[in-house]
Every structure is written in C-alpha cells, then in structure tokens.
T-cell receptor, first 116, second 111 residues
Framework: DAGVIQSPRHEVTEMGQEVTLRCKPISGHDYLFWYRQTMMRGLELLIY????????DSGMPEDRFSAKMPNASFSTLKIQPSEPRDSAVYFC??????????????FGAGTRLSVL | GENVEQHPSTLSVQEGDSAVIKCTYS??????FPWYKQELGKRPQLIIDIRSNVGEKKDQRIAVTLNKTAKHFSLHITETQPEDSAVYFCSTTDSWGKLQFGAGTQVVVTP
C-alpha cells in the first residue's frame, strides 16, 4: 500500500480564497483523522471519521472549516474563506480499529498551507 | 477531555548519552500509549508503543515505561546518535482510537 496520500503537498493562496485539501486513507482503514500543526499550538486534532461518518468535530476552529468523507477512500478538508492565521501544515491520518485497543495511526506527508 | 503534558520541551544531549522524555495524562480510561517521532519537514511516525497491561517495553535503543497508577509514562533513548534528533510526541488513545498528543520534545543530539 502507498500509505496515506495527501494532496496538494504545498498550497499558497490569498486571503479570502477557498482552499480544499484532499486525503486518501490506507485501503481498509476505518478511521480517518485531520490534524493541524503549527509552532504555537502543536498538533491539533480537527475532526475524525469512523466508517465515513464524522464522530468528533470539536477541534474544528470555526465555521470556515468543513470536512467531508463521501466514501471510504477519500476525504476533504475545506477552508472558506481562508485567513493568514490558517497557515499551517495539515496532516491526514488513518487507522484500523482492531478491537485490541492498539490503534496505530499512519500519517500522510501533509499539506503545507500558506495564506497570504 | 484528556490532557497530556510532556516534558521537557527541548532536550540537548551529547552523542552517546541517554535521553528521557516524560509525560503525564489525566484520563484513567486511556489504554494505549504510542510515541511518535517527527523529523524536520516530515510526518509523525510511530516508533514504539505500550499498552496499559504492560509496564515496560524495549526495542533496541528505545524503551518506554508506564505507571498507570501515577498516570505517567516515559520514553528512554540510550546511546543517542545524530539521527535521533527530532521532535518526539507522546500520546494516549481512548477506546475510539482518538489520539491526544503531548506538546512535543525537540531532541538535539550533538556530536
């Protein structure tokens, strides 16, 4: 398996524009997570899905952020409108719930977002 | 919700010395404790983990210990090498597999 695939790897946009980040989880995994990483706030969980259903979106900072998972192999994180303070690295991760309590998350390479 | 505290935030060690990172957590239901390593510009990657029914686990030069009663766990790196330089994150997971990360420790190994 190629692992978790994110696109684009880098995104530079202007304030007010819509940004869409994409993620393809590892095939067969039933959990998908979106994180944001900044120097100031570290790694923050934004939202996660189980079997394509959003379970906890309490980490989504504002209504400008939305995430969808239309099927088991694809998810998007959208920011509309974007602001300079959204600049960060956004990671997607997936895991398989084994029932043993050991749920290893595998991270994608991340999308580095710069909002000017 | 779960709160994971990690110390120190930065750690500078001489090559060959040991490094220890400590974490505490608040949710007594936490049952799985993975450690992630993130090299500069790269993604976090799992390096070692421990489950709540185990007190210690070792994998070559790295080891983790867990004290469930005190709610703290630690990462130990022995005989550090320059390639150990990275940010290390402790984390806990609940039964849903949701990770709560510590703030990270920047480890710098100087030759």
């Amino acid at each position: 398996d190629a692992g978790v695939i994110q696109s684009p790897r880098h995104e530079v946009t202007e304030m007010g524009q819509e940004v869409t980040l994409r993620c393809k989880p590892i095939s067969g995994h039933d959990y998908l997570f979106w994180y944001r990483q900044t120097m100031m706030r570290g790694l923050e969980l934004l939202i996660y899905f189980n079997n394509n259903v959003p379970i906890d979106d309490s980490g989504m900072p504002e209504d400008r952020f939305s995430a969808k998972m239309p099927n088991a192999s694809f998810s998007t994180l959208k920011i509309q409108p974007s602001e300079p303070r959204d600049s960060a690295v956004y990671f997607c991760a997936s895991s398989l719930h084994t029932g043993t309590g050991k749920n290893i998350q595998y991270f994608g390479a991340g999308t580095r977002l710069s909002v000017l | 919700g779960e709160n994971v505290e990690q110390h120190p935030s930065t750690l500078s060690v001489q090559e060959g010395d040991s490094a220890v990172i400590k974490c505490t957590y608040s949710d007594s239901a936490s049952n799985y404790f993975p450690w992630y390593k993130q090299e500069l510009g790269k993604r976090p990657q799992l390096i070692i983990d421990i489950r709540s029914n185990v007190g210690e686990k070792k994998d070559q030069r790295i080891a983790v210990t867990l004290n469930k009663t005190a709610k703290h766990f630690s990462l130990h790196i022995t005989e550090t090498q320059p390639e150990d330089s990275a940010v290390y994150f402790c984390s806990t997971t609940d039964s849903w597999g949701k990770l709560q990360f510590g703030a990270g420790t920047q480890v710098v190994v100087t030759p």
